[in-house]
């Protein structure tokens, strides 16, 4: 069975399941949630014993929500040395699947945190023809190809398929063992009142317990209960549409040419992903004659795999749930002392994989500013360029979600048709593919103006040291990178001991060297910019790049960015 080659329509494909356009409903004002349909958020009873103890009542940072996204900014804060503690209404981890793919960004950003050690095995890399991700039609014509198989930037494969909760249970193991990190579930936000010095943050739970830190991090989800209080107002993209997601287990060996297939046709759109080691999901829109309580029973879900060769004898049904895919950012990512981050600040629908993706960065930009300003190594005033930078990144990667939404939702028949004819036209060549979205950072930012470079993503490639070949970051590391190419970058003894101070590194990469530039990737990147020294930020971005002589003022532009913020 070959989920990528459906050409035509599939014997027993749904003909109750008539081309009319889909209804649209307008959400609640305010509201960013991607909406879980007739599917109560509540845990299931087989799940482990909740946590419930109570949090400090003096910490660093509180970050509410005990997601991947507040957990992994636990993590981080915790091991650049404050003191924090991530608090989650619910009780236990929500043991079935939600996001599942996650891109080689995300992948860096995770082995800065410990993760990918030992836990590489989580992630599934895309593989596949043309590309890995491919649009097709109802005949099963393909329109459009997107190379998910690039070699990425940062070290690790473009795209991967995972399960959430596998990622999650390890996020919280780690968080719970990094010193100064606590984690207490069964506690809800009710208010903060913020200070000049700090909030005070009300949490329900077992009794109301106040909570006194120097800042709150509301990542607490679409329905953030943070981003409400706040008052915070939301954008919408006017794109909206339910559609059934069906997570399972084939029990047979499946075929599969395509990482991920857009089945873009008007009698019932749907997509087929690969969605982690041993598991797979599909997602089938909601037509106007079927309700979300109809689409969200388990017999929907099995008539609707059928035409795919899925069926209760080939696979062991996982999760079923309905969803309002949409795309909404929050206007403001900052109020005081308190930040949002993850989907609390911005909602996508999936169609570029981003989501998951997009809440990691957040957690990244976040935590490495506020390190530096807790140990008095920056200006608070950098914090104000953490909102700006990552919605302009992340609104132009919700654009192109929407985008893609917009041609894979078509149902009439004659838009459909016309569709189909202008992407034939701009796949000139059927072996092309499309390059996913490279988003630059958002600005103000703490980059150098007017380098094309600056803001964008800075390399991670293979080196090999002392004989040991590895990732750069595991073998050489360092928040701030600044890497030379063949010629170590030289620094004045002050200079050396501010930068240091900042947890950076200075390394040359050649061919042949201390530091071996093991497939000539960084190479390569310095050709492609035309530069021989690139200054990398804590999350992976370009501060700036030049040549040698350019050094000591990369640097000291830096040094004024960080004590005045850009002002």
């Known amino acids: 069975m070959a989920v990528g080659r459906a050409h035509g329509r599939p014997a027993g494909a749904h003909p109750h399941l008539r081309p009319r356009r889909a209804a649209r409903r307008v959400a609640a004002a305010g509201r960013l949630a991607a909406c879980q349909v007739r599917r109560p958020p509540q845990p299931p009873p087989d799940r482990q014993e909740p946590t419930v103890s109570a949090p400090p009542t003096d910490v660093d940072v509180l970050v509410v929500g005990g997601g991947p996204v507040g957990l992994l900014t636990g993590i981080l804060l915790g091991r650049a040395g404050l003191q924090v503690a991530v608090v989650e209404r619910w009780p236990e981890r929500y043991p079935l699947p939600r996001a599942c793919t996650i891109d080689h960004e ?4 995770l082995q800065a945190a410990g993760v990918m050690a030992d836990h590489a095995d989580l992630f599934e890399p895309s593989v596949g023809a043309r590309g890995g991700y491919q649009f097709r039609n109802g005949e099963g014509e393909l329109l459009m190809a997107i190379d998910w198989n690039r070699p990425a930037e940062s070290g690790w494969a473009n795209t991967n398929g995972f399960h959430q909760p596998s990622l999650e249970a390890v996020l919280e193991d780690l968080a719970v063992t990094t010193p100064g990190v606590t984690v207490h579930r069964g506690w809800s936000f009710a208010s903060t009142d913020q200070d000049d010095d700090g909030a005070t943050t009300l949490l329900t739970g077992e009794h109301p317990v106040s909570v006194r830190s120097r800042w709150v991090i509301g990542a607490d989800g679409a329905n953030s209960a943070v981003r409400t209080h706040l008052g915070i107002e939301v954008g919408d993209s006017g ?22 297939v857009q089945h873009c046709d008007p009698r019932q759109p749907a997509t087929a992903v690969k969605s ?17 309580e109809q689409l969200g029973q388990e017999s929907t879900a099995w008539a609707l795999m059928a035409p795919f060769g899925v069926t209760p004898e080939t696979a062991e049904l996982e999760r079923h749930a309905v969803y309002t895919f949409r795309g909404r950012w929050a206007q403001t990512w900052r109020v005081g002392r308190t ?3 993850g989907d609390a600040a911005h909602l996508m629908p999936p169609f570029m994989g ?7 960065r957040d957690a990244r930009a976040l935590a490495w500013r506020l390190a530096l300003v807790h140990r008095g190594l920056a200006d608070p005033a950098v914090l104000d360029s953490y909102g700006p930078e990552r919605a302009g990144h992340v609104r132009e990667i919700i654009d192109e979600a929407v985008a893609a939404g917009r041609v894979i939702c078509e149902l009439d028949p004659a838009r459909a048709a016309a569709r189909d004819a202008e992407m034939r036209r701009a796949l ?17 930012s703490i980059t150098v103006p007017g380098q094309d470079a600056a803001g964008r993503l800075a390399p991670q490639a293979r080196v090999r040291v002392d004989g040991v070949t590895s990732l750069f970051d595991d073998i050489v590391g360092g928040d701030w990178q ?29 061919p042949a060297g201390p530091v071996v530039d093991v497939d000539g990737a960084y190479g390569a990147w310095f050709d492609a910019h035309d530069c021989d020294v690139v200054l990398a930020r804590p999350d992976f971005y370009v501060f700036g790049v030049g040549v ?10 830096l040094r004024v960015a960080l004590t005045v913020a850009g002002r």
């Open 239 to 260: 794109f909206e549409a339910d559609w059934l997601v069906v997570d399972y287990r084939p029990l047979v060996e499946q075929e599969w040419d395509a990482f991920v």
């Open 354 to 360: 981003q989501g998951l993706c997009a809440g990691l």
């Open 548 to 557: 040698a002589a350019d050094v000591p003022a990369l640097l000291t532009q």
């Open 276 to 292: 982690g080691p041993g598991r797979r999901r599909f997602e089938f829109m909601r037509r106007d004659d079927v309700t979300p």
């Open 428 to 444: 000139a060549d059927p072996s092309d593919t499309k390059e996913p979205p490279h988003p630059r950072l958002g600005h103000p």
């Open 106 to 109: 995300a992948l860096r950003i």
């Open 482 to 510: 600044l890497i030379g190419r063949a010629t170590t970058p030289e620094l004045d003894d002050d200079t050396a001991a501010w930068f240091a101070g900042l947890g950076g590194t200075v390394t040359a990469v050649s």
């Open 339 to 341: 930040f949002l981050a």
